[in-house]
């Protein structure tokens, strides 16, 4: 039941992350969208540059196996956790120094510490499997955040006051946060030397690949800006800021849930069949999901461009949005899933040599898209989504290191649930709603069947386990 409210916890999110979006859409202008987006995809950068190693080690090693591991451990994570949050704030003050505002830059700089050290509190939580706690604050963190954007923005819409607004809803999580934990994790121990160079040598691999996955679409909103300036591009941008983060939020959800348990299978057991068992069933429900995710995404894409996106923005984001969901369903995969047997057996070259790959691919295919056949929007995320199929094809390869035994009829149930949306919107131009009410009568149906395979052959066979 945990597991199930910490999975309701980031559907929850989703929603409010999608809403919040399209509210900041609206309040905004264009340009200052474009800014807005922009200084999101680098605040985040920051924070992944700056702390993801140290939450991909909490991931792998925290909270240890050995009797007692579980405070030195965590002291370990705080003191890197806080060496980091240092740099980050020199890092923020030099880049003053290459003409960014220095308001701007001390704004992005503290919002990275605040990101950073929230996701890597809501980790340890998770791997001590305190499912209740992670999905009070996921929900609350949802919320508080969006409040205070929104609040930022009403009061003069600006993308400054939008992005003070986040900063304030940050501090007050982070208040409500350590309320709510306050009586957790007394037990004290030593620093120990030795565990931070495990947690970096791990942690900065796995981090690198993060910072270069998310260089990816940095480098593509660039691309979309310098050939269709920021008005132009904003639609476009939009579509890149709303469709990836439901493929994010879903596929996080079931790691949430999920990886653990194959982790600490894996460290015990080995490669063994009911490893593989495992381990297929974690990649057939993120492949599943997945899927499900992007059928419910073009259900809705012609109703939500027309009535929801404002008119400024409209012909870029439906232009953009359908190649985003493409691109954004191959990297959730390409990224999260693919890399998998790599994270277990610390192969850590196949994991930077991948992300690098799926960067250059889809940056690469940004471009080219351009050149072949018109700097649009729909060119460009063309372009985008076929080198992010390239990449993907990539790392399969990667995939393939460790068997597994894949349950395949839920996730052809949820590629069937796809298939009828996505075809659905051909007949757009004929009738709206004849296409929307198809592509979700239809696609609904594919995937509550694929919902029902799933408790068939997984949940009702592990719970009877």
Known sequence: MAKIIALAAYFYQAAVAFGLLIAVAHLLLPADYAAYSLFISISQF??????????????????????????????????????????CILAALASTFFAVPKEIAVLGGLVAIFQGGSDLHLTMLRFRQEFRAFSRLQ???????????????????????AVAGLLAGYVAYSALAMFLTRNSLREAAGFQLPLVRKHFV???????????GLLAPLGLKSILTAALGAGGAAGALLALDLLQRPFVLIVSALQAIQYPDVVATYDREGATAAFRRQLGGYYSLLTGFTLMTAAGIFALLQPVGHFVIAQGLRDGF?????????????????????????????????????????????????LAGGYLVFFSDGALMAGA?????????????????????????????????????????????????????????????????????????????????
């Open 46 to 87: 920051a924070a992944i540059f700056c702390f993801e190693w140290v939450r991909f080690a909490c991931s792998r090693f925290y909270p240890g196996q050995a009797p007692g591991s579980e405070a030195a451990e965590r002291t370990a994570l705080t003191v890197e956790f806080a060496t980091c949050s240092v740099i």
């Open 139 to 161: 929900g609350s963190r949802a919320t508080i955040l969006a409040v205070g954007t929104l609040g930022g923005a009403a009061i003069m819409p600006s993308f400054a006051y």
């Open 318 to 366: 439906l232009s953009a949005a359908p190649f985003v969901t493409g691109l954004s369903v191959c990297r959730a995969l390409t990224l999260n899933m693919l890399p998998t047997p790599a994270h277990l057996r610390h192969r850590l070259l196949a994991i930077f040599l991948l992300a690098a790959i799926d960067c250059a691919l889809l940056n690469a295919g940004a």
């Open 385 to 465: 989504m076929v080198g992010a199929l390239f990449a993907m094809a990539v790392g399969v390869k990667v995939l393939m290191a460790l068997p597994f035994d894949f349950v395949w009829q839920p996730v052809a149930l949820s590629a069937a649930g796809l298939a009828v949306p996505v075809l659905a919107t051909a007949g757009f131009d004929y009738s709206l709603w004849v296409s929307v009410g198809a592509g979700m009568a239809g696609g609904a149906a594919f995937c509550l069947l694929g919902l029902y395979s799933y408790f068939v052959k997984m949940f009702r066979r592990e719970a009877a386990s």
């Open 202 to 212: 791990y942690g900065s691999v796995a981090a690198g690949a993060s910072v270069i």
